[in-house]
């Protein structure tokens, strides 16, 4: 626990350093009219990928896979993600978005000899940024049976250590807290790097629990 | 016989001329720019979606996002007729579509033509107010903001991304 503290002090501490020599960013579940994202999120806990098309600037469909390395289960869903309100102010932007699924999980976990329930999750992401912070929280629950029953949600700070052109690479530095209640080690956090230039959105980082995070976020 | 082709050369000359003095004054294709200013233009990355959604349409020639005052150029191509004929354009509720349908709210559009070495303003000079989400707006008469906005560093994307 105090190496944890130790740790998460550190955390704050590169942070705000990082504050006061300090661009934009979002992976957002919903694109444009007419754009399709694919996004890979690939952590300690779970490898998932979504790939969704945006019929209107209010609603994205796609196809979600998930696998869970704790329990080792997979998700497979139909996912609908819902701009419920967006704030465009001169500055700034803020979003609200429900993100909803069903679909089916697999497991082959303990007793389980490939085990199927049906699955269902639903969650609210909030984000608000302009072109130095970052803020946004998420959460999620999930019903799939005997596989799975839980609550999930997280929460990001990130900065910016320079306010880049449109075109230029941008750099976000970021810290992310994550809390599952019914996991062993409940919390996470993962402080991050994330980058992004044209279509292309990176973020790694190294979580307190030594695993690594990668994702990817391309739009086309 | 020289009389007779000095004759012709200055019969040219004066035919020749008036034509000349058209195409220097006005008959230079002419190309409409449209200036959105835009409030949620915040983000690099999404911000692309303007490029993807406005460079679709066939008769858009480039775009340019300058994120630091918060405008949208839009440079129509240009018909390559005469005088007169502006080329390609969009009408203000359609811009204000596209610019929704990118995820932004309109603050205001104005227009200029560029026809050969300067531009010659053609707008109408409406302003035009958008909610948050971008959807309703209501016109307000002001004189709009085409003058006294910096464009220095703007990155402008030509071609079709189709």
Same mark, same amino acid.
């Given at each position: ?32 009219a ?8 690939n ?55 429900l ?15 490939? =085990? ?5 999750? /639903? *969650? &609210? ?9 970052? $803020? ?36 976000w ?13 409940n ?9 992004? =230039? ?5 973020? /790694? *980082? &190294? ?9 990817? $976020?391309?739009?086309? | ?134 959807q ?9 903001h ?17």
């Amino acid at each position: 626990m105090k190496g944890f503290h130790l740790y998460l002090t550190a955390a704050f501490i590169m942070l705000m350093v990082l504050a006061v020599t300090m661009p934009t960013a979002s992976a957002r579940p919903v694109s444009y009219a007419g754009g399709w994202t694919m996004m890979s999120m690939n952590s300690g806990s779970a490898h998932t990928m979504h790939l969704h098309y945006s019929p209107t600037a209010f609603t994205s469909w796609g196809y979600k896979a998930e696998y869970w390395r704790g329990e080792d289960h997979q998700i497979h869903a139909l996912q609908m993600n819902n701009l419920l309100k967006r704030w465009n102010n001169p500055d700034s932007q803020g979003n609200l978005y429900l993100k909803s699924g069903a679909g089916v999980a697999l497991s082959d976990y303990g007793d389980f000899e490939n =085990k199927t329930e049906p699955a269902l999750f /639903t *969650g &609210l992401a909030a984000d608000w940024e302009d072109r130095r912070y970052f $803020v946004s929280y998420e959460n999620r629950v999930t019903e799939a049976g005997d596989i799975r029953r839980d609550f999930q949600q997280s929460g990001r700070v990130g900065i910016a250590p320079y306010i880049g052109d449109y075109g230029d690479l941008h750099t976000w530095l970021m810290l992310e807290v994550e809390h599952t209640p019914e996991s062993e080690d409940n919390v996470t956090v993962t402080p991050m790097v994330r980058l992004f =230039k044209g279509n292309t959105l990176v973020e /790694t *980082g &190294l979580s307190n629990h030594g695993d690594v995070m990668f994702n990817l $976020v391309y739009r086309y | 016989m020289k009389k007779f082709i000095l004759s012709f050369a200055v019969f040219l000359a004066f035919m020749g001329l008036p034509v000349m003095n058209v195409h220097a004054d006005t008959g230079a294709p002419a190309a409409e720019i449209i200036t959105v200013e835009a409030n949620g233009l915040i983000c690099d990355f999404c911000a692309r979606s303007l490029e993807k959604v406005f460079m679709k349409r066939g008769d858009v020639a480039a775009i340019s996002v300058d994120l630091d005052s918060k405008l949208i150029t839009i440079t129509m191509k240009s018909s390559g007729k005469p005088s007169g004929d502006q080329g390609g354009s969009i009408d203000d509720e359609t811009v204000t579509k596209l610019i929704t349908d990118a995820g932004y709210s309109v603050v205001s559009i104005t227009r200029s033509a560029q026809a050969g070495s300067g531009d010659l303003q053609v707008g109408d000079g409406l302003d035009r107010t958008t909610n948050d989400a971008g959807q309703d707006h209501s016109m307000d008469h002001s004189d709009g903001h085409s003058d006294g906005h910096s464009h220095e560093g703007d990155h402008v994307h030509e071609g079709s991304h189709e």
